[in-house]
């Protein structure tokens, strides 16, 4: 058996493997580099339990950061107020809970907001944040936050590369843009 893909009259051909449809060679790689959260995540995953008993969270198996954070039943915040600035309330959260999502002060010091969507049917503001070191921004570096009209965080969603300063050892490039077009 294989997959066929045909782009008008020019046919490609596939060999199909069984039971995976995924020919991507980095899966199976990057498996062996998965990473567990920490136990102080877990502590301050269960520490924010305790204030918000539906709270669910998932985890990034390749760095080992705690992805999205919501409540099942309500908010992450327990107060808020209608006049707080949404990327200020979102930011304040995060801040406080650096160790939950397998950050640290210094994965959060330099960021872009790239969006801050405000949704007139639900009062939701949705902020998106860029990751950057030394003013260059991270590829799929993004934290999203969601807060509601009243002031209350609503979620989290986590792709910050915890560690990220610590594991770039240059941002001048080896090579310039034309010589790694030939290469």
Not at 65 to 79: C, I, K, M, P, W
Not at 106 to 132: F, H, I, N, P, W
Request: one cysteine or more.
């Amino acid at each position: 058996v294989c997959t066929l893909l045909s782009l008008g009259s020019v046919a490609f051909a596939a060999p199909a493997k069984e039971g995976n449809r995924n020919y991507d060679a980095r899966i199976e790689f990057n498996a062996k580099l998965r990473r567990s959260p920490a136990a102080t995540q877990l502590q301050a995953i269960e520490s924010l339990r305790s204030e918000v008993p539906e709270l669910a969270a998932s985890f990034d198996e390749a760095t080992g950061a705690t992805r999205t954070v919501f409540n099942r039943v309500g908010y992450l915040t327990a107060t808020g107020s209608p006049t707080a600035d949404a990327k200020q309330v979102g930011l304040d959260f995060v801040t406080h809970h650096l160790s939950l999502f397998g950050l640290t002060a210094e994965d959060l010091a330099e960021y872009e907001v790239t969006d801050s969507v405000y949704t007139k049917a639900t009062g939701t503001t949705s902020v998106y944040l860029r990751q950057m070191l030394k003013g260059l921004p991270l590829y799929n570096g993004q934290l999203h936050y969601n807060v509601n009209r009243e002031g209350r965080v609503l979620s989290v969603n986590n792709l910050f590369l915890p560690g990220l300063a610590g594991a770039v050892n240059t941002t001048t490039p080896a090579l310039s843009a034309a010589d790694a077009v030939v290469s």
